[in-house]
Nanobody, 124 residues
Framework: QVQLVESGGGLVQTGGSLRLSCAAS????????MGWFRQTPGKDREFVAA????????RYADSLTGRFTVSRDHAKNTMYLQMNNLEPEDTAVYSC?????????????????WGQGTQVTVSP
């Protein structure tokens, strides 16, 4: 079992920045990658970014490259999402997830454990 807890969400104005954190605990040593997804009401969960547990390889949604940066602190077992130049369209619940199987994926069903999510609201 792996437990994930997100934090760092909130209300920010257009053009502002936020840094989300995802603290992992439990059997994280078996994890292969971690990812960030976001979801708004009535829409499917959308891939944001992912990072591998070995080598820290990263992948981003094409539309977000350059504004969002994913990183990990191995010692703290925590993944981060730095979000800059935020836009109202970035408003969503952001959730982190961990993949326990080999491989690296942008598909939400490729992840095995999820956090509860944190709300990000960007005002015009």
């Amino acid at each position: 079992q792996v437990q994930l807890v997100e934090s760092g969400g909130g209300l920010v104005q257009t053009g502002g920045s936020l840094r989300l954190s995802c603290a992992a605990s439990g059997r994280t040593f078996n994890a292969y990658s971690m990812g960030w997804f976001r979801q708004t009401p009535g829409k499917d969960r959308e891939f944001v970014a992912a990072i591998s547990m070995i080598g820290d390889n990263t992948r981003y949604a094409d539309s977000l490259t350059g504004r969002f940066t994913v990183s990990r602190d191995h010692a703290k077992n925590t993944m981060y999402l730095q979000m800059n130049n935020l836009e109202p369209e970035d408003t969503a619940v952001y959730s982190c997830a961990v993949r326990m199987r080999m491989g690296f994926t942008t598909l939400s069903d490729g992840y095995d454990y999820w956090g509860q999510g944190t709300q990000v609201t960007v005002s015009p």
